[in-house]
């Protein structure tokens, strides 16, 4: 008896969201997108993508497919039927013009373990809230103070200047360096993580277990939550030992500068304060809860340290493979800045000097349209609606998108169209942007509208200051690494799988 009623209220489910998707469709004129069948419930094409990213070639793969089918098209990958743009518009529209209609979907249950309830993972009045308490941080009076990352630089040219111009490993010395230039301006105090023994440092400097293990965990964590976030809706069944060890690991960590700022006394924040704004004793003045400091200092450990060290490896992986660049890039710096050996040349490297170096910012900005840091975001509607296109036999007529579908957009495949970036949009080159001045959507390495990046320019500003140091300190630079395009990993920012391999000297 009730199984015959359990079939007929099945149907009526079926044919009621049928009849409602020719309404809608009709209503917003919308036509069909592009569907690409799978097996196994996607699971083959999970497979293929989890494959691809652990070779290193998953981002590549993305742009071949958009070559191949056009801006937009769906796709069914686990329990979802996913929608893929690089179509600049769509993305316009998700992350600004339509902004209220999407969430940032499966991120917070994928990143939550390690970033609580943090900016980066937060939604609604708590991120409002989060980006209020950040944005002073930010300002321009804040990151005009870019020689506070100088003593950070001498460290790290010890550490290139014991190779003697023979090959190494920048990767991981870039995110020593960011991480400890980083920790000193959010909070205070740096961990100084590039002060080993192998440069003549004792490597007990300051009285915390978790410091050398931070690293290893932060980075291990940011391929794992990439992992539970592409299982979608499954992303509980990534939960490992490790992953939880590591977890705890960083948390750990963050507690000693937490611990320590919760000791100070009113008088001393607010002395401290008078001294500079520092991000975390701004928000022990408005929380004093240790879980809330805790999350936003990962956070805030994600974006400082992870997105100017990528944008640092992207600079200098194509700077050793282009001679030509890096010439004319020496002869603008020792233009407006000498070769900073005396403190007279050092005080001209200012905020404001840094964004008169016209080559310098093509440079940079070359490494972020072929290397953005984030390569890829996902959406998921949180109401019907639309977006502008790929919809019909030619792509241009919108689309409609039903609450709870997921859209996938691919900022690395928007950044190598050709129809923006011409037919070498593959190759590195500066010089292109002398005549880009109106790429619009095309170009958003540090995302744009409401959850644009608090910090882009931040990163931008001491990515420029530290290639402006290096170019000073050593004259040459060369390319150790045979393989192009590099391999890159998939983690929460972009990364090289074979490392960055050169001889600086």
């Known amino acids: 008896m009730w199984f015959p009623l359990f079939v007929a209220l099945v149907v009526a489910v079926y044919v009621y969201h049928q009849l409602k998707y020719l309404y809608l469709s009709r209503k917003w004129k919308t036509q069909p997108v592009k569907k690409f069948r799978s097996y196994f419930f996607g699971l083959d094409k999970f497979a293929l993508m989890h494959k691809l990213s652990k070779k290193g070639y998953l981002s590549d793969y993305h742009k071949e497919e958009y070559d191949k089918y056009g801006e937009t098209f769906e796709i069914g990958l686990l329990s979802k039927r996913i929608l893929f743009t690089m179509s600049p518009e769509n993305i316009k529209a998700m992350v600004s013009t339509q902004f209220d209609d999407f969430s940032i979907g499966v991120r917070k249950k994928a ?15 708590t991120w409002k809230h989060s980006r209020l308490m950040m944005k002073p941080q930010f300002a321009r009076e804040q990151i005009s103070h870019v020689q506070i990352v100088e003593p950070h630089i001498q460290v790290f040219a010890k550490h290139v200047r014991k190779y003697s111009g023979k090959l190494f490993d920048i990767q991981h010395l870039f995110h020593k360096l960011t991480f400890d230039a980083a ?11 590039l002060q080993d023994e192998s440069i003549g440092y004792d ?9 050398g293990n931070f690293d290893e965990s932060f980075t291990f964590l940011q391929r794992y939550v990439v992992l539970r976030a592409s299982l979608l809706d499954f992303y509980w069944v990534a939960n490992s030992k490790a992953f939880r060890h590591h977890v705890d690991v960083c948390h750990s960590f963050t507690r000693y500068f937490v611990d320590k700022a919760l000791r100070l006394r009113p008088e001393e924040i607010e002395k401290k304060s008078e001294e500079g704004y520092t991000f975390l004793y701004e928000l022990v003045k408005d929380n004093r809860d240790p879980v809330v400091l805790r999350d936003q200092i990962l956070n805030l450990m994600l974006a400082g340290r992870s997105t100017t060290g990528s944008l640092l490896l992207s600079t200098f992986f194509e700077l050793a493979r282009n001679p030509p660049v890096w010439e004319r890039l020496k002869d603008e710096i020792r233009q407006h800045f000498g070769t900073g050996e005396t403190k007279e040349e050092l005080a001209l490297i200012t905020f404001e000097n840094l964004k008169r170096c016209t080559y310098l910012r093509w440079v940079l900005n070359e490494a972020l349209r072929m290397y953005p840091p984030v390569a890829k975001n996902l959406r998921e509607a949180i109401k019907d609606t639309t977006l502008p296109r790929g919809g019909g036999p030619d792509g241009e007529s919108p689309v409609l998108i039903r609450k709870n579908s997921l859209v996938m957009f691919h900022i690395y495949s928007v950044q190598r169209l050709e129809k923006y970036y011409g037919k070498d949009a593959q190759i590195f080159r500066p010089e292109r942007w002398e005549l880009l001045s109106k790429i619009g959507w095309a170009f958003m390495p540090f995302s744009s509208g409401p959850r644009i990046c608090l910090g882009q320019q931040f990163a931008l500003t001491e990515a420029s200051y530290i290639t402006v140091r290096l170019a000073q300190m ?11 395009p590099p391999r890159k990993s998939s ?8 490392g960055v391999n050169i001889s600086l000297w």
Not at 183 to 193: D, I, Y
């Open 111 to 125: 990143f939550g373990p390690l970033l609580g309830n943090g900016v980066f993972v937060s939604e609604g009045e």
């Open 183 to 193: 920790t000193e301006f959010l909070l205070g105090e740096s961990v100084s993580s």
């Open 203 to 211: 490597p007990k400097l300051m009285d915390m277990e978790e410091k």
């Open 474 to 484: 050593f004259a040459n630079i060369e390319t150790h690494d045979s393989t192009y």
């Open 491 to 498: 983690n929460a920012t972009m990364q090289y799988l074979d």
